[in-house]
């Protein structure tokens, strides 16, 4: 079994317009950056995608949206992308906010194989809008469905070739659980290691979840801030 | 001392040894510099992060290392890691023993607004809907008015909400506010605030506790 693919252009080779592609990360943290690149090269159009942030201008899915790829968008916070902000004011981009634990949790239920289930937040606010609300032990909940895409670009620290996957401090956040959720998972990765050398104890995604596993030619991991700062349009 | 030290300072005092708290972006971060001494307070950030240690120094910072604010952080002995679904999975649960919150509007039956502005701003409500829908203690930190001078503690907010009464206490550099069933009850008061400037500066009846005592930051 050997799920490595020798370069990002080629672990994305096979996707297509249209698609729905989950992408894990938190802000700049833990964004599969390389796949991203491979994407914008690619030139793909009218991705539905889902990830907690959209980058930032200049960096990260704030690319992809640059480069015109983005139909819409499922997250939880995009504050910090002003042309976002711009296409969603204009009515140019159909964009969807969920609560941060409830995209968390939708995701981790679609790779369990659960369809739907019910929480707390967003009871009484806007969210709960056209979503049924039950009430459990004298609190009321809102039914939420699980979410599913065609492709997961997650990024983890380490794969061996079985994809087995490690992730390294906060970049670890939405990942995992994407990782769960598609029907094709491509997971880059800083160091790729033969079957052995992670610890079995310590690995977060058993590899039955990943279909390819690609290293990063280069990381730029910027800090979130300091970008924004640097990169500051006037 | 400033009107936000004094709401961080005395919003600390409030921790215990072994709390669990997560704390929201901005004014409510600052309150991590002021944990009381010879206590242990685990800071969560919904990230993924147990036990938050201070920012590094520059040239120490890990680009892996964030914070829920995305600002570098650092660890502590006894930090851990985890997923975003199972940070929310233990917020979620009941878990945290206290949330601390920014707001922008917040009402005297404790319905929170902090997370947009229709038309003109679209940032998303991020991990605020789920914390003050479970978190057991949600307290609001916030200063008491506007830049300009408006009423912040309403008597219904105008904003879409991040949450229906769910909060339980409000701090502002004017006092201590606690959302009961009766309505907004101030029960401590800064020092050289009086009660009139209170109702003059609240966009909703505040009632006096019997036993209203004076806010100190320590």
């Known amino acids: 079994m050997d799920k490595v693919i020798n370069s990002p252009d080629a672990a994305v080779a096979d996707l297509r317009d249209g698609m729905t592609v989950m992408l894990g990360g938190f802000g700049l943290c833990g964004i599969p950056e390389n796949l991203i690149a ?56 159909d964009l969807t906010l969920v ?22 937040a967003g009871v009484g606010t806007v969210v709960a809008e056209s979503k049924e609300v039950r009430e459990f032990d004298g609190k009321a909940y809102l039914m939420e469905r699980g979410l599913r895409a065609d492709v997961a670009l997650v990024k983890a620290w380490k794969a061996d070739r079985h994809g087995n996957l490690v992730y390294r401090m906060t970049a670890r956040n ?10 094709l998972t491509i997971a880059e990765v800083e160091e790729i290691v033969e079957p052995g050398q992670l610890n079995p104890d310590e690995i977060v995604t058993p590899g039955i979840y990943v279909d390819r596993v690609v290293a990063g030619p280069e990381y730029k991991k910027p800090v979130e801030g300091r970008f924004i700062k640097e990169h500051a349009q006037p | 001392m400033n009107g936000k030290e004094l709401i961080a300072r005395r919003i600390a005092r409030e921790l215990k040894d072994g709390f669990y708290v997560n704390l929201g972006i901005g004014l409510p971060t600052t309150v991590a510099a002021f944990v009381p001494p010879g206590i242990e307070v685990v800071l969560q950030s919904e990230n993924g992060l147990l036990g938050i240690g201070p920012p590094p120094a520059q040239d120490e910072e890990d680009p892996d290392l964030i914070n829920a604010g995305k600002q570098p952080v650092t660890l502590l002995p006894g930090s851990s890691f985890f997923s975003s679904d199972q940070s929310f999975a233990m917020i979620r649960g009941g878990h945290m023993n206290m ?37 057991p203690h949600v307290v609001v930190a916030t200063e008491h008015n506007t830049k300009d001078g408006g009423f912040k ?35 401590e008061i800064a020092e050289g605030v009086t009660k009139e400037a209170v109702a003059q500066r609240t966009g909703c009846p505040v009632h006096f506790a019997a036993g209203l005592r004076p806010m100190l930051p320590f």
């Open chain 1, 99 to 120: 609560p941060q634990g409830t995209l968390a949790e939708r995701i981790r239920a679609g790779g369990a194989g659960i369809p739907a289930f019910y929480v707390p």
């Open chain 1, 38 to 93: 491979a994407l914008i090269r690619k030139g793909l159009k009218g991705l539905h995608t889902i990830s907690n942030n959209m980058g930032v201008d200049g960096f990260g899915m704030g690319l992809m949206l640059e480069a015109g790829m983005i139909a819409s968008h499922i997250g939880s916070y995009v504050g910090e992308n002003r042309l976002l902000e711009k296409l969603v004011i204009a009515g140019q981009l």
């Open chain 2, 153 to 187: 503690i309403v008597e219904a907010c105008s904003l879409p909400l991040t949450g229906k009464g769910v909060v339980h206490d409000i701090v502002t550099e004017l006092g201590w506010f606690h959302v009961s069933a009766a309505g907004l009850v101030m029960t």
């Open chain 1, 174 to 183: 939405f990942n995992p659980a994407m990782a769960t959720a598609a029907d």
């Open chain 2, 99 to 135: 949330s601390i919150l920014g707001a922008m509007q917040v009402s005297c039956r404790g319905d929170l607004a902090n997370w947009t502005i229709p038309g003109k701003m679209v940032k998303g409500m991020g991990g605020a809907m789920d914390l003050v829908a479970s978190a």
